[in-house]
């Protein structure tokens, strides 16, 4: 039987291949190049501080690695912290039925407005929405069932707080600088041998 104290005492390092999930993802909600040999699932929260923190990080890779990556958005609205997060989320949802989900995604982090029906309104005017339309589906509550669903997948894949990244279903947590993520993406690209960008 191994100890605590019989490990401490031995000099090893053991090197094992980072656990897998596998994490499927709405591709309504993906950007990149479709063939890309990474994606990136995401599970976020727009009310979500670290979140919102990740954001420029997550922008810095794609822009890095433009023909590896594509970046594919999840909703984990954390509803005991983040009253507005679920709304945001269906706001968001409703964006991307007249084909602006990603424009609104980046209004939601950039903005400091508040999370709530007359910012989601600004913001889908600043686009060229239809807001009758716009306004009709965050009424409708049509997203709800995908919004949870999206919540139970992510708690399947093990997410316990955002944000949550799987890279080719390799888990990265939380607000991360920039070197965590290309150490995985670098790694990534070893084992399916593609080349990294000219440094």
Same mark, same amino acid.
């Given at each position: 039987?191994?100890?605590?104290?019989?490990?401490?005492?031995?000099?090893?390092?053991?090197?094992?291949?980072?656990?897998?999930?596998?994490?499927?993802?709405?591709?309504?909600?993906?950007?990149?190049?479709?063939?890309?040999?990474?994606?990136?699932?995401?599970?976020?929260?727009?009310?979500?501080?670290?979140?919102?923190?990740?954001?420029?990080?997550?922008?810095?890779?794609?822009?890095?690695?433009?023909?590896?990556?594509? !970046?594919?958005?999840?909703?984990? @609205? $954390?509803?005991?912290?983040?009253?507005?997060?679920? +709304?945001?989320?269906? *706001?968001?949802?409703?964006?991307?039925?007249?084909?602006?989900?990603?424009?609104?995604?980046?209004? !939601?982090?950039?903005?400091?407005? @508040? $999370?709530?029906?007359?910012?989601?309104?600004?913001? +889908?005017?600043?686009? *060229?929405?239809?807001?009758?339309?716009?306004?009709?589906?965050?009424?409708?509550?049509?997203?709800?069932?995908?919004?949870?669903?999206?919540?139970?997948?992510?708690?399947?894949?093990?997410?316990?707080?955002?944000?949550?990244?799987?890279?080719?279903?390799?888990?990265?947590?939380?607000?991360?600088?920039?070197?965590?993520?290309?150490?995985?993406?670098?790694?990534?690209?070893?084992?399916?041998?593609?080349?990294?960008?000219?440094?």
């Amino acid at each position: 039987m191994t100890t605590l104290e019989t490990c401490a005492r031995a000099d090893v390092s053991v090197l094992l291949q980072p656990p897998r999930v596998e994490v499927s993802y709405d591709p309504a909600r993906v950007i990149g190049q479709p063939n890309a040999p990474i994606t990136i699932v995401e599970f976020s929260d727009f009310q979500c501080p670290f979140c919102q923190r990740a954001y420029p990080v997550v922008k810095q890779l794609l822009a890095k690695y433009p023909n590896q990556i594509k !970046l594919a958005y999840r909703d984990f @609205p $954390l509803r005991q912290i983040h009253p507005q997060a679920d +709304a945001a989320a269906a *706001a968001s949802r409703c964006a991307g039925e007249q084909g602006k989900f990603w424009e609104f995604h980046d209004r !939601l982090f950039e903005s400091n407005r @508040p $999370l709530d029906t007359p910012s989601f309104v600004e913001h +889908a005017t600043q686009l *060229a929405l239809d807001i009758p339309k716009f306004n009709e589906c965050l009424e409708s509550g049509r997203f709800d069932a995908l919004i949870e669903e999206d919540l139970q997948d992510g708690n399947q894949a093990g997410v316990t707080g955002t944000p949550a990244f799987f890279i080719n279903g390799v888990a990265v947590t939380g607000s991360q600088p920039l070197a965590v993520f290309e150490k995985v993406v670098e790694e990534e690209l070893r084992v399916i041998g593609r080349s990294s960008p000219a440094r």
